[in-house]
């Protein structure tokens, strides 16, 4: 390890994780699976190493019969054609064809084997992609504005910042060995684009004066997180110049390496230390290390767009579009994502974008070609017209695939979106979002209505059930749901959230939302 950090002074209030953690860093299990247990297959793996699995990106699937889960990290959630073909190759490959969309606009294949892994990183790293620290407790994918470089509604284009910010993270051992994971968010957006609020560290579009000089910049919130107790990250007293991204960064993660709490697992991300310390000592710390930095000057973000985009929207570029497509519950497959890398290099810039909404965008593409493209076969699917409660529903990886879950959401959440489809009309966009378990990679907490995972005993047994929660918003009057009481069996979900949309449709006021 190349640093010294305070809490190695005293190793008596560890949980045993951390010794896991001393004993060999999370990285060095990437060799181990290349050399060893790639050979010598899944049983070889002792549960220390099955731990460490996740700085690989990769995670056991449940059951735990030898398959694994991995996550691929997209820097802003921008890729290429060619990574996007390597990607659905992969997922063909290895994957059962199946490429789910995460709520980090990360891409996460299901049913590989520890065999397969090796072929699997080679093949990511010829175009540049890395499913490493995708997972586990150490810097994940930083997520960005989709729209970086195309879009009307930013004040800067991020992606330079944070493909800068990856590259210093990525394989750095100085910073593999953190408390808990560690979520950052860089955008230039003032619709908010990458969800500020809930993430450990998070970069927002800001002006100040200096010098006589209007500069673009940053204000940064820290602690923020989801989980049993959601937090939204606070603002700090600073403003960030573009360049000084990176300093602030390193600054802000030395803190949580060196002062977050590694005790008890379940209160080791940053937003307990931050609740503790309070914004004043956190940027007194922050000082210390990194210097004086100007204070906040004026914050440019004015509302929240929940990072949804569908349709045909016309770019900061004259001439031409990005197209926002549906991506039902996030899960789309390798032809699909094949077809779409085949549009996005003949009629536009050759990216394929991901949404922190699940979803995918197409840009670049000039006036006169857009009737050609919302004609291809794969936008009759991932359509940029969707229905509406298809268009607005999130779910995380549920009881198919994840060993933490408590019950299936994925087919369920598809099912009941199409349900409320059928039955009930609104002239208003609802976000609902599904999770399987506390941990809510579904991000239940920000839905307009949440749900989350849980059992019920009936006469015939345990059955899945749902906590509902309403009123997640985020941007200007950030706030998480509220949770409503009693808890419905996962069969009558849809019934249950037809009656409460139209019962707010019965009793709203003329310019009252859902929020
Ligand atoms: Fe698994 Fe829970 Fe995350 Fe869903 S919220 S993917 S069930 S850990």
């Known amino acids: 390890m190349a640093y010294e950090a305070v809490w190695m002074n005293d190793t008596s209030k560890l949980n045993k994780f951390e010794f896991v ?29 099955m731990n460490r699995f996740k700085w690989a990106g990769v995670y056991e699937q449940k059951p735990r019969d030898g398959h694994f889960m991995m996550r691929i990290r997209i820097n802003t959630g921008i890729m ?13 490959d290895y994957g059962r064809d199946l490429i789910d969309v995460t709520t980090r606009q990360a891409i996460q294949y299901h049913w590989l084997k520890v065999e397969d892994l090796p072929d699997i990183f080679n093949r990511l790293e010829q175009v540049g992609l890395y499913s490493f620290e995708a997972c586990g407790d150490c810097p994940r994918t930083i997520v960005g504005n989709p729209l970086a470089g195309i879009d009307k509604d930013e004040l800067i284009d991020t992606v ?3 493909n800068e910010v990856n590259d210093f993270y990525l394989m750095n051992r100085d910073f593999s060995n953190l408390p808990r994971k560690y979520k950052m968010s860089i ?14 560290l998070a970069y927002i579009p800001a002006t100040k004066v200096i010098d006589g000089e209007e500069v673009i910049g940053f204000h940064i919130m820290v602690g923020g997180g989801l989980s049993a107790k959601p937090h939204m990250a606070k603002p700090i007293d600073i403003f960030v110049r573009p360049e000084d991204v990176l300093k602030v960064s390193i600054g802000v993660t030395t803190i949580f390496r060196d002062y977050g709490y590694r005790e008890k697992r379940h209160q ?21 290390i990194i210097g004086e930095m100007p204070s906040r000057g004026e914050d440019k973000t004015v509302g929240w767009q929940a990072a949804y985009f569908d349709g045909v929207h016309p770019q900061k570029q004259e001439g031409l579009n990005y197209i926002g497509l549906n991506v039902p519950v996030g899960r789309t497959n390798s032809d699909e994502l094949e077809q779409l890398a085949d549009l996005a290099e003949k009629y536009g810039d050759g990216k394929v974008r991901t949404t922190m909404s699940q979803n995918i965008l ?8 857009v009737e050609e493209v919302l004609a291809a076969p794969v936008l009759q ?14 779910s995380c990886t549920g009881n198919e695939f994840c060993n933490l879950a408590v019950v299936e959401t994925k087919e369920r959440a598809r099912i009941v979106a199409n349900y ?31 749900l989350q995972g849980s059992l019920i005993k009936t006469p015939e047994g345990m059955v899945d059930a749902f906590d509902i929660a309403v009123g997640g918003i985020l941007g200007p009057n950030a706030q998480f749901n509220s949770p409503l009481k009693g808890r419905v069996k996962g069969d009558n979900i849809g019934d249950v959230l037809k009656q409460l949309i139209e019962f707010y449709k019965a009793q709203r006021n003329p310019e009252e939302t859902f929020n």
């Open 21 to 49: 953690k001393m004993e060999k860093d999370g990285l060095d299990v990437i060799r181990t699976i290349i050399e060893k247990y790639s050979k010598e297959g899944y049983s070889s793996i002792p549960e220390d190493d």
């Open 80 to 92: 290429t054609a060619a990574q996007a073909r390597m990607i659905a190759s992969i997922g063909r």
């Open 160 to 162: 330079d910042i944070v």
């Open 187 to 200: 955008s230039g957006n003032v619709y908010n684009n990458a969800l500020a609020e809930i993430n450990d």
């Open 268 to 288: 080791a991300r940053l937003k307990y230390l931050v609740a503790d310390w309070g914004p004043e000592k956190f940027l007194e710390k922050l000082t210390e």
């Open 362 to 369: 197409l840009a670049g593409i000039p006036d006169d070609k």
């Open 381 to 394: 699917r991932l359509t940029p017209n969707p229905e509406h409660f298809m268009s607005r529903t999130v």
């Open 420 to 450: 409320l489809d059928e039955n009930v009309k609104l002239d208003e966009k609802i976000r609902i979002h599904f999770i399987g378990c506390p941990n809510a990679c579904g991000q239940k907490h920000i839905a307009d209505i949440g």
